[in-house]
């Protein structure tokens, strides 16, 4: 069944929000997610077609989009798999990186987010809070209990920095045993630790905003060599959602 679009305006800072499943805007989101993820991680990310990030899980996927009125111009995109549509995919995305059965076999129902970026210029409070918001709103409407995804740390030093962020994050947020997962690819460890004692400063975007939420790591990275990056498997509770969302999000400017 096809998603019926959700909108939503924000005037004072000209972004349009929706959720779609329309084929020209979910190619609109396939562009940015080529254009951002290419520079980011440094590689063609295996597009079969030229300037396209695609894959068969979107057409399963509802897209939450961010756009800026005044040029129509697409600035944030993430996609979210439900459940049934996942059976229908395949399995979930992360399924192809992690081991899933404990998590799912203790989990009531699971939808996985993915694909999450912004467009350098549209990174500030404003565009991050309303996808965060809209995709909120989104996982109330169709009784979610938990969010999974993956979320990536780049390699692009040999993976000394991916090390260490992920150790700190698995200090800090580590989930309950029923909710590890094990990781298909583990990622090489390394022979020199000598990067393991600086501060961890430089922890992605993505993943602060998955902290700051309430997310629990779910076990080891995954080494993506599609990417070049390591992924942490990572899960959200919705019910602590809104009042996490409140405080770090509402407050924040523009």
């Known amino acids: 069944m096809t ?24 190619r609109e989101a ?3 997610r080529y254009r951002v993820f290419s520079e980011e991680y440094g590689c063609d990310l295996g597009a079969v077609e030229p300037g396209l990030d695609a894959d068969q899980f979107d057409s399963r996927c509802d897209h939450l989009m961010v756009s800026d009125s005044s040029t129509g111009t ?60 809209t995709l909120a709103g989104w996982l109330d409407q169709h009784k979610v209990d938990q969010i999974i995804g993956c979320a990536s740390i780049g390699m692009s030093d040999g993976g000394h920095r991916a090390w260490r962020i992920a150790r700190h ?51 080891e990275p995954c080494w993506d060599p599609e990417f070049r990056c390591a992924d942490l498997l990572v899960m959200l509770q919705v019910s602590q959602l809104a009042a996490r969302y409140n405080r770090h999000f509402m407050r924040q400017p523009a």
């Open 3 to 26: 998603a019926q679009p959700i909108r939503s305006v924000q005037q004072a800072r000209r972004l349009i929000t929706e959720v779609t499943r329309d084929p020209a805007r979910i």
């Open 30 to 32: 396939q562009e940015l």
């Open 74 to 133: 697409l600035v944030a995109t993430t996609r979210i798999l439900r459940s049934a549509d996942a059976a229908l995919a395949g399995g979930f995305y992360s399924e192809g990186e992690f081991d899933l059965s404990t998590l799912l076999n203790n989990t009531g129902n699971v939808a996985e987010l993915g694909r999450t970026c912004v467009h350098p210029d549209y990174r500030n409070g404003a565009t991050i809070g309303l996808l965060w918001a």
């Open 169 to 219: 994050l698995q200090d800090r947020y580590l989930s309950d045993n029923e909710f590890r997962v094990q990781p298909r690819r583990a990622l090489p460890h390394l022979m020199h630790t000598s990067h393991e004692n600086r501060p961890v400063e430089d922890i992605p975007a993505l993943l602060r905003a998955y902290m700051r939420l309430g997310a629990k790591v779910c076990g």
